[in-house]
């Protein structure tokens, strides 16, 4: 039997005021609601420890956004274990910096540019959707780069975590498996008055404390695929 392929776990950080909301979340800092904290301690013991889906005897590496959010979300997921798994602080998988959109609703947004995407259009003084790929792609390259170590080369473990943000892990999860950014997005639809919203549906559906795995087919490297999505989200 061949040995399981290496994965790349994304995890989302649990809820806050804004996540609530639909406030534009990316540099500001601001922290778990109670309920986002009970969000992941609730779960961790089932989904954290030994032959549980995150093992920390198979974790290569763990990222972590320096987002309090995240960091927070990082601490209370591997809380119930003796030891938290050692884990880099990187603003490579910061959530999308939304500028001068920073803070505010898409309705609020499209007063000011009625047919603004943020998948399209980027947000100016933020980052562009060029932007998000290269620093996307750019995570993705890393990770693939310590599985292949892994499988072809014996060295280190099976699994990387990130625990980052909603619009990071979507826009990970399209280019992961080959699909333009635009994969990620929220299809909406607007009334003339641009403020009533209407969620018609998303690619990918990634809620508050919502887990993705990320893997590969048919035993090969080069055949890279979703596993999973949304686990553990309430």
């Not at 290496?6 to 996540?19: A, D, F, K, Y």
């Not at 591997?78 to 050692?86: T, V």
């Not at 943000?165 to 990620?184: D, V, Y």
Request: aromatic share 6%; with cysteine; hydrophobic share 35%.
């Amino acid at each position: 039997m061949a040995p399981p392929m290496p994965r790349l776990i994304l995890v989302r950080h649990g809820e806050t005021e804004w996540s609530i909301n639909g406030r534009h979340t990316g540099r500001t800092d601001i922290p778990l609601t109670a309920r986002g904290e009970e969000q992941i301690k609730e779960k961790a013991p089932s989904l954290v420890g030994d032959g549980k889906l995150i093992d920390t005897a198979n974790l290569h590496v763990v990222l972590v956004s320096p987002r309090r959010r995240a960091h927070t979300t990082f601490h209370l997921l591997f809380g119930h274990l003796p030891k938290a798994p050692d884990h880099i602080i990187t603003e490579t998988v910061r959530e999308w910096d939304y500028g001068q959109y920073e803070g505010l609703l898409s309705s609020e947004i499209r007063e000011k540019d009625a047919n603004w995407q943020i998948w399209n259009d980027g947000c100016p003084g933020g980052e562009s959707v060029e932007d998000m790929v290269c620093r996307v792609d750019g995570v993705i390259a890393q990770v693939r780069e310590y599985h292949r170590k892994w499988k072809e080369e014996g060295q280190g473990t099976r699994d990387v975590v990130i625990v980052a943000h909603g619009h990071f892990n979507r826009c990970l999860i399209a280019r992961w498996i080959n699909l333009p950014l635009a994969s990620g997005k929220e299809f909406t639809s607007y009334s003339t008055s641009n403020v009533n919203r209407v969620q018609l549906g998303t690619s990918f559906n990634v809620e508050p404390a919502g887990i993705a795995v990320l893997g590969y087919n048919h035993n090969s490297l080069v055949e890279p695929a979703l596993n999973a999505l949304n686990l553990n989200a309430l």
